[in-house]
C-alpha cells in the first residue's frame, strides 16, 4: 500500500526504507546507543530527529519527545507509532518489505573511513529484484555494526528515488528500557481512522492530504529550514489539535 509507505516514511526514520527490507537483514548492532539522525530526499525534504537503540529495539523521536515517536520492537514483530497521548500498532510483516531471499545482492567493501569522528567501514551494495528493478547505494558502518551513513538509489524503470541519511553525535552507552515500551496512559487508536478512511464529520484528518500540503509550506519557511519537516505542526494538524 503506497500510502502507508509514505506514512512511514515520514513518521519515524526507522520505517524510512520500507521497500528495502534487505537493510533489515544486516547483522544488527549489538551494543546501545544514541544519535541525532539527519534524512535527505528527493524534492528537498529534510527530516531531522533522535534515534535510540537497544539490540532489538529502536526508537526514533522526531520534533522531540512531544512530537511523533516510532518504537520499533522486533521482539513482539510490532511497531508502535505514538501522537499526542494516542499510539498506533502495525505488524512488521506489513511493513511493505522485500524478501532479500528474493534478491541478488552484491556487496563490496570500499575502505576505512571516518564520519563525524566515527571510524567505520564502507560498503557498496547492490540488489536486483526478479523483474530486474534494482536499488542499492553506500554503508559506513562501524566495528560494532551502527550504520552511521546511507546512501541509497532505487530504480524501477524510468523512476529513480535517492535517499541518505547521516548519524551525528553518536554516544554508545546503554539505554533506559523504558524508551521502547508505550507510556502509562496512552490510548490504542485505530490506524484505518488515522488513515483517513474514517470518514465522517469530525473524524481523523486524512494524512494522504496533510502530505500533500507539506510541499506548499516549505515555501513560507526561512531559506535556512527549507525543505525541514516541522513535525510538531503535522501533529497538530493530524490530531486536530
Known amino acids: 500500500m503506497k500510502l502507508l509507505r509514505v506514512v512511514n516514511l515520514v513518521l519515524a526514520s526507522a520505517l524510512l526504507l520500507p521497500a528495502m527490507g534487505w537493510a533489515a537483514s544486516r547483522p544488527e548492532p549489538k551494543v546501545d546507543y544514541s544519535a541525532e539522525s539527519t534524512m535527505e530526499m528527493d524534492g528537498g525534504m529534510t527530516m531531522k530527529s533522535r534515534v535510540y537503540y537497544s539490540p532489538g529495539k529502536q526508537r526514533t523521536e522526531m520534533g522531540g519527545a512531544d512530537g511523533m515517536v516510532s518504537i520499533i520492537r522486533k521482539d513482539k514483530k510490532l511497531t508502535w507509532q505514538l501522537m499526542g497521548d494516542m499510539y498506533m500498532e502495525m505488524p512488521m510483516d506489513r511493513s511493505g518489505s522485500e524478501d532479500p531471499l528474493d534478491m541478488d545482492v552484491q556487496q563490496t567493501a570500499v575502505g576505512d573511513e571516518t564520519i563525524n569522528g566515527v571510524k567505520t567501514t564502507k560498503s557498496k551494495v547492490i540488489a536486483t529484484k526478479k523483474d530486474g528493478s534494482k536499488f542499492g547505494g553506500f554503508f559506513w558502518t562501524t566495528k560494532d555494526g551502527i550504520t552511521v551513513k546511507m546512501d541509497l538509489l532505487s530504480k524501477e524503470g524510468d523512476k529513480k528515488m535517492r535517499v541518505s541519511s547521516e548519524l551525528a553525535n553518536l554516544k554508545i552507552e546503554k539505554q533506559d528500557p523504558k524508551l521502547f515500551e508505550i507510556p502509562p496512559g496512552y490510548t490504542k487508536n485505530d490506524m484505518g481512522a488515522m488513515m ?42 493530524m490530531m486536530g489539535r
Open 196 to 237: 483517513g478512511q474514517g470518514g465522517g464529520k469530525g473524524g481523523a484528518p486524512n494524512i494522504g492530504e496533510m502530505m500533500k500540503g507539506m510541499g506548499k509550506d516549505r515555501g513560507s519557511k526561512s531559506k535556512g529550514d527549507e525543505g525541514e519537516v516541522d513535525v510538531n505542526k503535522m501533529m497538530k494538524d
